[in-house]
Structure formats: C-alpha cells, structure tokens
C-alpha cells in the first residue's frame, strides 16, 4: 500500500460572487453532465438504464470513507472498483465549487458591492467562460488527482497564458489546489474552475488512472528503471538533484527513509487520520483579515470584511466545518489588531462601522457554539478559544462604553421585573459573552425537539386558563418559554446551519409564546390597573429590550417568517434527527404543514409583522453606553424600514388595529400605556409608522397612539400620566443622571417629525390640531424644535395652491409664541430669525395678531428685539399694504408701536432710545418724551458712543441744539489717552467740535473745556485748533449767511486754553514715547516733533517754548546719542 501525505497548501487567487446551481447527483460517467445550464451532453429520453449496483455502493463509500480505509478493509480490492471509487470522489455539485470561488453564491451582496455591472469578471463566471470556450485542455485525472492545462486567450493589453493547473480531492470535497497564474487569494481561481467543472460536466472526456502506486505496482525491475530514468530525462533540470539525493538514502542502510515500508503517493487519496474539508488557504485569510483591518475606516475594507462574514454564514448553511475554521481565523486577526490597545489606552472609542463588524462576529460564535450537530469536543475546543479571547484585556465589550451585566442566557428575565437601572456596574460583558454563555444550552429538551421535529404537535387538551409555563396555549398549539433572544439565537442557528424548516417550527412557537403573554400582562394589569394609575408612576419595564439588542432578536423572528415562502421554493430541505446518529435527513418538497399553527386566513408575513409590532411596542429601559443606544435607533429604524416594504391588505390592517389597541392598554408592559417608566425608550419613530399606517383606516385611534407616544418623560420633573387634559406648561429640566441619554437630540427630533406628522394629517380639522397643539406644548421642550414645528404649520397652512388656513396659522403663531417665551431670557443664535418670523406669521393672521404681541411685547421680546424688528416691521410700508389697513387701522398700529417704543425705551434706553425717537417722529408728545428719557439717561447709564449716535440723528432731524446738548452730555463720558490718535471717538469728537463752533462762540466756548478735559491724545487737540482757526464761531447762520464776524484769537479764551492743553499734550507724549523708543522709530519721531513745532509756533512766544523744549531734550536724553543727533539736525 502506498502511503499518504498532504500536498503544501495551493495558492488561493482572488474571487466575487457568482454563479448558483446544484448539480444532479447520482449521474453514471458519460451520461448527462452535472448540473451546469446549457451543457448536456446527450438529450433527455424516456427511458434510462437503472444504475448499477457498484456505481451506487462506489458513489457511497466515495463520499464518506477515506480511501486508506478501503484498503485496510479489504485485501484486495479489484481494479474495475477502485476505478469508480476514485471516479465518484470527485465533487459532483457545482454550488460547492461556486461557494469557493465567489464571495457569495446566491450573489445576494452584488447590490451592496456595486460591482455586479459586469458579471463577466467574477472568478466562477471566468471559470465557466474558459470552459465553454475550450480553453481546458490535457485534463488528466491520475487516482484523486487531477490536473490540466487553461489557456487564456490573448487580449489587447495581455498576452496569451497559458497555467497548469492540478488539484487533489478527497470524498467530493476539493482537498489542494495549484495553479500557475500565481495569483494569490482567498478562494479559487477562474483557472482552477475552469478545470473543476470540465470535470464536473464532462467526466466522460477525462483520461482517468488509478493511483500512481498502483500503476508502478504492476511494473518490472526494468520496467522501473526505464520509468525513472525517463522520468529525470524529461524533466532533468528540476529533479535531478532531488532523484540523486532520494538514489543516496535509499542505498544508506541507515537512512530514515527505510525506516517505513513503501512511500508516498500524492494520488492515492486520503489517509484516515486526514480532515475531510474543503481546501481553505489559512495564511491567506489571515493576511486579507490583517490588510483590511490595517486600512482603517475605508469604506472598501469595512465590505470586504462584511463578505467575509456573508461566506462564514454560507459555509455554515452548506454545513461546511470550514465555516468555523475561517471564522477563528479572521477572530484571531481581530484581536491581534493594534488599534484596540491604542484606543483602550487613550480611553477613545472605536468607530461606529468597526462597532459592527465586532458585533457580527459574536453573533457568528453565537451560531457556531448553538450548532444542533455539534459535538462534544468541538464545543469545548471552541469554548476554550472564546475564554482565551473574553480574557484578553482589549477585548471590547458588549455594549461598547460600559458593560453592565445582564441576565444570563440560560435564565429567562421575567416580564415586569423591577430594577433600577442605574445599579453599580458589574463585571464587563465582552462580545463573547453571550457565545461563551451559549455553550451551557443544548437541545435534548423533548419538548423542544417535538416543537423543531414534528410538523403536527399539538394538545388540543390545554385550554385558556393554563399558567404561564404551560406549553401549549389554548388552541392546544405548542409555546416555548426561554429567554427571548435566547429562543430567538436558537432560531438564527438552525437557519444559519441549513435547517429552515426548524427554525420556522421554532419560531411560530415563539411567536405564540408572545401572543400569550401580551394576553396576560393585559389581564394583569387589568386586574391591578385602580391601584397602579393611583399611584401614577411605575418601575415595571424590561432591562434588556428585544429591539437594539446584540442578538436581534425581533429582527431574526421576521426574517425567518418572511423568507418561508422562499424556503419552499428551494426544494427538498434537510430536517434535523435528534435520535442520536447525528445524521440528517432529506424531505420531499411539500408545503409547510407548519401552516396549521396559523389563524383562519393569517399568513406568515402577517405573523412577521405582528411580531415586529409587539417587539417595537415593547417598554424597555434605554441601555447605558452611546453604542448602546445608537444601536436601539439604529435597529428600530431598520425593523420599521423592512416594514414598510410590506404591502398593507385588511388582514394586516387588522393586526395594525389589535396592537395599538393593546398598546395602548397594556399599561406599564407597553411602551404606549398609561404607565411609562420614567427612562423607557420613546416610542416616537414607532408611533409615527403607527400613525401613518391606522390614518387611511382608523383615524381615531392612529391619533390616539400618536398622541400617547408624544411623552418624553425622561425630561419631565415628574413623570406625565395618560391624561391630556393637563396644563399647557409643565417645568422641563434635563436630568443630571449617569449614564446620559447619548441621543437625546436625536430622540427629540423624532418626537418633532412625530408632531410634524401629526399636524399635516390634521390641517382643516380644528378640534384634532388644538389637541395636537396641546400635545406639542406639553410634551416638547426644545425652543428649536417648537420653532421647526412652527415654521412647518406655516408652509402648510399657507400652501400656494389653496386659501390659508386660519386654524392652522394660529396654531403656528401659538407655536411661535411658545418659543418666544422659551428663548427670552437664554441664549439662542437663531433669536433674530424666531422674532423676524413670527412678525411674518402675526401678519398672515392678521392686524389683530399684531397688535397682540406689540401688547405683550415684554412676555416675548428684549426691548431691542420689540423696537429694532418688531414695531419698525410693523410700522412698514409692506406690511401696510400687506393687511390692506385703512387709515384708522395704521393710526391704532402706530399707537400701539408707538407706546412699545416708549416703554422699551424707559426699561432699555442705551439700546431702544434712538429707535423710540425714530418710531415717535410723526407725534410730538410722544417724540418729546422719548427725547427726555435720552436726557435723564445720559448722565447713568448710556454711554459716549449711544450720546454721538443720538446726538448726529437730533442734528439730521434740524435740531442743532439739542444735538449740541447730547454731544457735550457724550463728552462727559469720554477720555482719550496721548496714544489713542485712532480712537473710534475721535470722528465724533472732531463733529461735536464743529458743531459748536457752528453754533456759536459761547456754545464753542462751553465745550473747549470739556474737550481739554477729556482728550489727551496731542495730534487730535492740534487737529481741532487749526478747525477752530480757519473760520469764524457761528459760521452758518439764519437763511444760509455767512457771519461775518472776526476770526477768535489764540491768545485769548476760550482758544488760549486749548492751546496750551495742546502743547502740553506734545510734551507729555514725547516723554512718554521717549521712554521705550526703538532705532527703527526715530525718523517717525523726527517727523511727530515737526508736528509740535507748527502747533508750538501757533502762540505768540512758540519759538521760545519749542527752542526751551528741544534743549531740555537734548539734555534728559543725552544718551541716546543718534537720536539727539538727528534732532540737532533738523531743529539745531
């Protein structure tokens, strides 16, 4: 006998889905061919020869005995059979081969890829093109071997090529694989398939011999000596060293390799001790796993990773152990990923799309460890793998931030338990938890495998009045009671392993399982319902929520009811034995008997979407952690999304009716009830489907559900009750509690776009909009959402194709109004926008409306606000011939503006004077009053800057006086330093300055003081002088004259003072500037004493002064020598 060793692993080369089909089993070499569309060999006729009793037992034994076995078994093994063993060994379906050589069989991710434009470049569909383009030639199957040669043609850009290709196999599974294209990949190659399928479809034209061994076996000495001698002629150069070596340990009496009788044979098949699996390129999944790991947040990494897990899931459902062995594989590369310790260490959280991939991964060990079929040692082999990685310290966990510990999987957490969820945490849950905790479940219950096996089990004996832990309901059809997602894990294994049929059973069971108990938590609180709305809050909530949880449990019990149909129509399914041989079984294609646990009339769609509306309708606490609960919204949103891809009939509209019925009755087990824990999740995405799906049907009760689901309680100081009869305005405070509401501002968008809703369905109706409105007022506390809500009743009431409606428009003003209070007095960058809109909405509703918020205006705006946009919008000419008011209507507005404008002005008169002057021109009462509430602010709280402003308004007005009054009241205020000479204040300075020289000697007289006093800046006193100087005091007098009055003297006063408080302040700054000068400041320098000297020379002994002043220089600064230098230059 020969002996076996394995071939060194093949290169894998790069693949994408493909092609589907599942080849005919049991066809006799050179008849049809297997399995391929358009490749029969031969028609199909009415009669066929019945196969052969040593085709039918060599068929068997290839595919589960390994062929050493054989030969231990039996002596001698005659030739004619050992050809049709090695003949049937050979893989016979094609779907198999497609799985390796494609990301995905079904092509089901060709969608997502966006790569299915050209189905020609998949590795499968390559394959199959060579093929039938007879590009496979030389195909030689030597024992369980086989190999051949695959040319590609020659294109534009390439050249022909031409790979040899060779590939081992072992009871109908692809064991190596070899080619020379020297690609490198995952799964198989086009040549490689080109090469398989000649073989699967046309066995015929395969040269096939028996093992090599068997062959030299029958050869003389000299027969053998010619072979090898033949051998090392053809191919010398690349075994020649090789045959020599072998020639020396073979002559060495001592060699290790005469150690063992015989040698090996790479043809003769498997050895009993080898693994009976597909041929999986280890080294290379690893290093795809690592590339893409290493590329980060890519989006192409983040689906080809994806992929990877779709192929684990298809090798599972094909019942391949590679399924398994690839999963641990890319495991391993997760945790060997250097970016978990970097973001543990800086105490950062991974990103949102990697979040996920961790999350798929258990979930996949949650699949593998429920295997039905699993043995003993391959579930502790792998639970002592999911033990190494659950203790390694960078193994993230569960809910991503925080890890609080929830039931045990084995335990079902009762409905209704009280608990607090701000409990201490306890030891961290990783995402291997749950898998690990998994391994402690079976599947021997009885009952169990009754629900999973028998398509007919049921007990008509049990009636409605059975305890919670009966298992039947009271049609006698079987329940499961076991924690929810722990049932429903079970459910997602069985399909994930290939057993549709019993996953379904399982999940009609569970369904009727929920059906019963939201039957008796109704009762329950029925029978309790005085005693619990007295107390008129509730603890009752679940801890762990079905929708957003790890497992996905709602979202597994849909898609298993809604893919039957599907199931069906694949055909004949393998249905599990639980009798201990471990074998499985193949049904005749049949309807679903499980069809007779359904209502008259129900379907399975039907059954899926109550069971979503039941999950989604479920009170739960919102889990701890931003993962957490991004993940509740996320997998709500997703659940409601495949929801909405279901056509409506009656028959759902029904079960639409029957849960928001319940939910609105279920108390505290509802998230709709009367009861709501104060930190439930919100049911405002869920109710608004809810809304829009009762609103065609049942009006009454779509509003109703909606308007339960408006509750935020969470934000509430205490928690609201049922009743909408409540006040409007309820104190809001954002609760300081750990953990926080991460999304919180995406819960409260949710419960705008809920109201949103809400208000577009009720437009024309008065009696629903006010009690939406009163809804929205009680229940939203967020300014900018209010505002949107606002703004949205507004388009739709002002919708361009139709009259307004009024209703609807003094809902948004009410709305608008609400927001004003809310933002009085917070900060709010959208402020300016709110109140410019709700003039616009005021003006829609009409003068009345205007003239309300003008009243009221200190409930609503800052004085600011009230006179700058408010009473000056209302006071325009648009809005006039907006409202088409008549004389009588503008007077009463201008009034109303008017007496605003004063009453801001008294409360705000640095900010509101000069608007109230502005609005208050036309009526002289009331303008004179505002001008005195200027004067008697002046000298407290207004300052220069507000004076100047007013004062410039009086003097365009025509009045100078009163100008000159605010101006020298502003130069009180004022104070420029020697440095300031581009002070804001100086233009001002400089006008008040010539309006008194234009008013008069005596006003320009009264204010020189208070220009001394304040400015001490020399260039502006200098700028002001020579004003004063070119022109006559009272320049323009009565009718435009000019006064022809003689030009005021420097030496005199009031200029004399101004004079000399000029020179002193050129003194003062040159001292001043002196003390810090740089050398790159003294031509700046030079040209600033020029300047001192014209205004020095101005008084009658200047020349004197400024001679006196540059010698005392020269002498205090006598040690800046280049300075003094260049001042002797210029001035001597």
């Known amino acids: 006998m020969a002996e076996r060793v394995q071939q060194p692993p093949a290169k894998r080369l ?69 050809r049709r063993i090695v003949y049937w060994s050979f893989p016979r379906s094609e779907r198999e081969i497609c799985m390796y050589s494609s990301f995905n069989t079904g092509g089901e991710e060709n969608g997502a890829t966006g790569e299915n434009c050209d189905e020609t470049r998949l590795p499968f569909r390559r394959g199959i093109a060579l093929l039938e383009s007879g590009c496979v030639d030389n195909v030689l199957q030597v024992g369980f071997h086989l190999s051949g040669t695959v040319t590609e043609p020659a294109t534009s850009s390439e050249p022909e090529l031409a790979c040899s290709v060779s590939v081992s196999f072992d009871r109908c599974k692809i064991t190596a694989v070899t080619c020379g294209c020297g690609n490198k990949d995952i799964f198989y190659c086009a040549h490689v398939v080109a090469l398989s399928m000649y073989r699967v479809r046309k066995p015929e034209q395969v040269k096939l011999h028996l093992p090599i061994s068997e062959t030299l076996s029958q050869m003389s000495r000299d027969q053998l000596q010619k072979f090898v001698q033949y051998l090392i002629s053809v191919h010398h150069t690349e075994v020649l060293p090789t045959a020599q070596k072998l020639a020396d340990e073979i002559l060495s009496q001592n060699s290790e390799i005469n150690q063992f009788h015989g040698a090996p044979d790479p043809t003769a098949g498997a050895s009993v001790d080898d693994e009976n699996c597909w041929h999986l390129d280890e080294e290379q999944v690893q290093e795809q796993v690592k590339l893409f790991l290493s590329q980060g947040g890519y989006h192409g990494s983040g689906r080809q990773l994806n992929l990877l897990f779709s192929k684990v899931r ?116 990783t995402v291997f938890t749950r898998a690990i905790e998994a391994c402690d479940l079976h599947w021997q219950d009885a009952h169990l495998q009754h629900v999973i096996t028998q398509d007919l089990y049921t007990n008509y004996c049990y009636h409605d009045n059975q305890d919670q832990g009966s298992l039947f309901d009271g049609r006698g059809w079987p329940m499961w009671h076991e924690h929810v997602p722990t049932a429903c894990a079970r459910v997602d294994a069985l399909r994930s392993h290939g057993y549709p049929r019993e996953a379904l059973r399982l999940a009609i069971a569970i369904v009727n399982t929920l059906r019963r108990q939201q039957q008796k938590q109704l009762e329950l609180f029925r029978n309790h319902k005085k005693e619990l709305l007295h107390k008129g809050t509730t603890s009752v909530t679940n801890m762990e929520g079905w929708v957003g949880h790890p497992l996905d449990p709602i979202g597994t019990l849909f898609s298993t009811l809604l893919e039957t149909r599907r199931s069906d129509e694949e055909g004949p399914a393998s249905f599990l034995d639980f009798s201990g041989s471990g074998s499985t079984k193949r049904a005749e294609p049949r309807l679903f008997p499980a069809q007779h646990f359904l209502e008259d009339g129900e379907s399975f769609v039907a059954l899926a979407v109550e069971t979503a509306l039941i999950g989604l309708g479920q009170q739960r606490v919102m889990p701890d952690g931003l993962y957490a609960q991004e993940k509740v919204c996320r997998n709500e949103e997703q659940l409601l999304a495949k929801l909405q891809e279901v056509d409506l009939d009656d028959g759902l509209v029904k079960i639409f009716r029957k849960q928001a019925v319940f939910l609105l009755e279920a108390g505290p087990y509802s998230g709709l009830g009367e009861l709501l824990y104060r930190e439930s999740v919100p049911m405002h995405t869920y109710a608004k489907y809810l809304f829009t799906s009762l609103l065609p049907h049942d009006a009454e009760l779509a509003y109703k559900t909606a308007l339960r689901a408006m509750r935020l309680p969470v934000l509430e100081s205490s928690a609201p009750s049922g009743d909408l009869s409540r006040p409007h305005h309820i104190v809001s405070v954002v609760p300081n509690r750990y953990p926080r509401w991460f999304t919180l501002s995406h819960i409260e968008s949710q419960q705008c776009e809920l109201a949103s809703t809400m208000l577009t369905a009720a437009k024309g109706d008065g009696r629903k909009l006010e009690t939406v409105l009163e809804s929205i007022q009680r229940n939203i506390h967020s300014s900018s959402h209010i505002f949107k809500l606002a703004q949205d009743a507004f388009k739709i009431a002002t919708l361009m194709d139709s009259l307004p409606d009024i209703t609807l428009l ?212 200098s700028d002001i002088l020579r004003r004063c100087t070119l022109t006559t005091p009272g320049l323009v007098a009565l009718h435009n004259r000019r006064n022809s009055g003689k030009l005021m003297s420097l030496d005199k006063a009031p200029l004399r003072q101004l004079l000399d408080a000029t020179i002193g302040a050129y003194i003062n700054t040159t001292h001043s500037r002196l003390t810090h000068i740089s050398p790159r400041h003294y031509s700046e320098f030079i040209e600033f004493l020029s300047k001192a000297r014209e205004t020095f020379l101005m008084a009658h002994d200047g020349h004197i002064q400024f001679t006196q002043f540059i010698d005392n220089l020269k002498q205090i600064y006598k040690g800046k020598k280049k300075l003094m230098m260049l001042v002797r230059e210029r001035f001597g």
């Open 14 to 82: 790069c693949c994408r889905p493909g092609y589907m089909s599942i080849c005919r089993q049991g066809q006799r070499a050179g008849g049809q061919s297997c399995g391929g569309s358009g490749t029969a060999q031969s028609g199909s006729s009415k009669t066929q020869s019945p196969e052969s009793l040593l085709d039918i037992a060599a068929r068997k034994v290839a595919e589960k005995w390994p062929f050493q076995r054989v030969e231990e078994r039996f002596e001698r093994i005659p030739e004619p059979v050992q």
């Open 314 to 429: 298809e090798m599972l459902k094909m019942r391949d152990s590679n399924g398994a062995r690839m999963l641990t594989l890319i495991t391993e590369q997760f945790m060997g990923d250097p970016r978990l310790a970097l973001w543990r260490q800086q105490g950062t959280t991974m990103t949102d799309k990697y979040r996920q991939l961790w999350d798929e991964l258990g979930a996949l060990w949650m699949c593998i460890v429920l295997n039905p079929h699993c043995k003993l040692e391959q579930k502790s082999s792998w639970l002592r793998q999911l033990r190494r990685w659950n203790s390694v310290d960078v193994c993230p966990w569960e809910d991503g931030n925080h890890g609080n510990e929830l039931t045990n999987l084995t335990n079902a957490l009762p409905q209704g338990a009280h608990g607090n969820p701000d409990s201490p945490s306890r030891p961290h849950r």
């Open 810 to 1021: 003094k809902v948004s003003l009410e709305l608008g109004l609400q927001v004003m209070r809310m933002t009085l007095s917070t900060l709010n960058w959208r402020r300016r926008e709110m109140v410019r809109w709700l003039v616009t909405c005021a003006t829609e509703v009409g003068v009345y409306a205007l003239d309300s918020i003008m009243q009221s205006w200190f409930t609503l705006f800052t004085p600011t606000e009230a006179t700058s946009i408010v009473a000056t919008t209302v006071m325009s000419n648009s809005t006039i011939v907006r409202l088409h008011l008549d004389c009588h209507q503008q007077e009463n507005l201008a009034s109303s503006a008017r007496t605003l404008a004063l009453q801001c002005a008294m409360k705000d008169p640095q900010n509101c004077a000069l608007s109230a002057l502005t609005l208050c021109e036309k009526d002289h009462i009331a303008f004179e009053t505002a001008y005195q509430i200027v004067l008697d602010a002046a000298s407290t709280g207004m300052s220069y800057t507000q004076l100047f402003t007013i004062a410039r308004y009086m003097e365009h007005r025509g009045y100078p006086m009163r100008a000159y009054k605010l101006a020298t009241l502003a130069m009180a205020h004022l104070n420029l330093s020697y440095n300031q000479d581009t002070h804001p204040a100086i233009n001002d300075v400089l006008w008040a300055c010539a309006l008194s020289h234009s008013l008069g000697k005596n006003e320009l007289a009264a204010v020189i003081p208070l220009v001394v006093k304040s400015v001490k800046c020399a260039t502006v006193l």
